[in-house]
């Protein structure tokens, strides 16, 4: 039996803060309600705080091109970013990756700052917006009013479940500056289907080529560690080569070195370090060719 203090749907962004402020680490922050939901029923059982649902705050929600970002709101379904055309033509990674994503019921409900929030190493959305180099808005208040402050997507990933967002924050948006141009980016999600299954494995990888030489490389893995994350020495291998064969095997193996997968129920970590080299090296070869 779940118990709860206080249910609010706050219809501004001062006021849901003002609750989260008031609650603190007893408030519960409620989006699509897709994880948090199965979470209420398990480990949050015995919650007695705040349950804030945020869905009626205004301006959480699409994607807008402003100034030389794009931002989007932390509401702005799966369904929203697959069906957005902005995403479309400027973040074809980030709408690609929407189509593996759950099912459409899911997609529906789930949010970008729930996927985010909730910190999963597979959350599917994480692998491309660490591509994008994308960065998170966190709200709190600062006496009466709202204030923000902007986290690297890297730098918000603390641990399995765990971020950066302290008690008092929620998360407003997504923010994503626009790609160097000639920019292509690639991801593939390892499971055992299609879709409607987490993760064993993500890797995703983008740069552009320029007189034959990769430039702008960046290189994001899932589920092979304890947060979503970039890979530094895969980007270094790649950088100023060409996107060949030799190339891709020795990125690949910069990233399995970097890898630290777990052993659990649905795959070994031997099985994780194989499927990242293997999608590494087929991924690298499929961005190079354009
Ligand atoms: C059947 C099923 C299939 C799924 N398949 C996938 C999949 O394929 N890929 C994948 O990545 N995930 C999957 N998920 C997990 C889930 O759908 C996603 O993580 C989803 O994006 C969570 O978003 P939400 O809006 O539902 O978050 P919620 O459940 O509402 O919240 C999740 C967490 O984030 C917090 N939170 C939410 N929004 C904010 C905010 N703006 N600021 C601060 N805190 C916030 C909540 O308090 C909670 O702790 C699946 C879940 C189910 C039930």
Aim: with cysteine.
């Amino acid at each position: 039996m779940v118990r709860i203090e206080c249910y609010s749907a706050p219809t501004s962004l001062r006021e849901a803060l003002q609750l989260l402020a008031k609650y603190g680490d007893r408030a519960r922050v409620l989006a699509g309600g897709t994880d948090l939901v199965l979470r209420l029923e398990g480990v949050d059982r015995d919650l007695e705080g705040a349950l804030v649902n945020i869905k009626q705050v205004p301006g959480l929600v699409g994607v807008r091109a402003v100034d030389d970002v794009y931002r989007i709101g932390a509401l702005t379904t799966v369904t929203e970013l697959r069906e957005d055309p902005v995403v479309a033509e400027h973040m074809p990674v980030l709408a690609d990756i929407c189509d593996h994503f759950a099912s459409g019921q899911i997609r529906n409900a789930a949010t970008i700052g729930g996927n985010l929030v909730n910190a999963s190493p597979a959350a599917d959305l994480a692998v491309p917006l660490l591509l994008l180099d994308a960065r998170v808005r966190l709200a709190s208040l600062e006496g009466d009013q709202p204030r923000e402050r902007e986290l690297s997507l890297g730098d918000f990933f603390r641990g399995p479940g765990v971020t950066a967002l302290e008690a008092g924050e929620l998360l407003t948006a997504v923010v994503v500056p626009r790609p160097p141009p000639g920019f292509r980016a690639r991801m593939r999600k390892a499971g055992t289907r299609p879709a409607m299954d987490i993760s064993i494995v993500s890797v995703g990888v983008g740069f552009c080529v320029d007189g034959g030489l990769i430039r702008d490389a960046r290189v994001a893995l899932g589920a092979t560690a304890p947060t979503p994350l970039r890979c530094p020495a895969a980007e270094k291998t790649l950088e100023g080569r060409p996107p060949d064969a030799a190339t891709a095997r020795a990125a690949a193996q910069s990233a399995v070195e970097a890898a630290r997968p777990i052993d659990d129920v649905r795959a070994s970590a031997w099985y994780r370090r194989h499927l990242v080299r293997v999608h590494l090296e087929r991924e690298v070869l499929h961005v190079g060719r354009g």
